[in-house]
Structure formats: structure tokens, C-alpha cells
Nanobody, 129 residues
Framework: QAQLVESGGGLVQAGGSLRLSCAASGRTFSTYAMGWFRQVPGKEREFVAAINRGGGDTVYADSVKGRFTISKDNAKNTAYLQMSSLKPDDTAVYYC??????????????????????WGQGTQVTVSS
């Protein structure tokens, strides 16, 4: 069973950048597709971005396309979310998630939280105006 630990969250001004990291335990990280989700109080968890097992295929929510970049380093068992041109609307708790069991090739598949087997504890990102 994998354990995921996010880091890199914090307070940043609008227009700034942050890089979130998601470190995974275990030896099978290369077999996981990885996703990032975010959630604000009172709202459902929202899909942000995902990357396939090999790292060659990525999908993004329209709200972050062109500003966020997801990547994964299988040698370091770590996934990343580089966030640029941040907006106050990006304020949320950001969660990384690992998809071990399901094969996804479409946005709709990657965007479903129930396709992910493991979740991190979340890291707070706050963007001030």
C-alpha cells in the first residue's frame, strides 16, 4: 500500500508561483498514474491535473490549463505540480492521488476521484489578491 505525502504549499501573492511535491512510498511508483485535486470548504473535490504511468501523457482542467504543469519522476518516487500565474480562485487544499488499478486514457477517467486508490493528506495553497 502506497503512502503519499504532499509538500510545497503556502501563501503566495496573485501572479506568483508554487511547486507542490508528492512523495510516494514503495517500489511501484512507476506503475501509478498520478493526479492532483483541490478542495475548498463546502465544495466537492475538483480535478486539477493528471499524468499517466510513464509520464508521457497529461490532462488538465480548463481552469488551470496553460498555468499548471504536472510531472512525475519515477526515479525519485515523486510527482509535482508546478503552478504559475496563480489566482485567488486557486486557493484550496491540494491533494495528490495515485491510480494503481484503473487504466485511464481519457479526461473523464482521470478526473474521477474514484479512479484513485491512494490519497495524500493535502497541502494548503492560499493566493492573496
Amino acid at each position: 500500500q502506497a503512502q503519499l505525502v504532499e509538500s510545497g504549499g503556502g501563501l503566495v501573492q496573485a501572479g506568483g508561483s508554487l511547486r507542490l511535491s508528492c512523495a510516494a512510498s514503495g517500489r511501484t511508483f512507476s506503475t501509478y498514474a498520478m493526479g492532483w485535486f483541490r478542495q475548498v470548504p463546502g465544495k466537492e473535490r475538483e480535478f486539477v491535473a493528471a499524468i499517466n504511468r510513464g509520464g508521457g501523457d497529461t490532462v488538465y482542467a480548463d481552469s488551470v490549463k496553460g498555468r499548471f504543469t504536472i510531472s512525475k519522476d519515477n526515479a525519485k518516487n515523486t510527482a509535482y505540480l508546478q503552478m504559475s500565474s496563480l489566482k485567488p480562485d486557486d486557493t484550496a487544499v491540494y491533494y495528490c492521488a495515485a491510480n494503481r488499478l484503473y487504466y485511464c486514457s481519457t479526461y473523464d477517467c482521470y478526473a474521477r476521484p474514484n479512479k484513485y486508490d491512494y490519497w495524500g493528506q493535502g497541502t494548503q495553497v492560499t493566493v492573496s489578491s
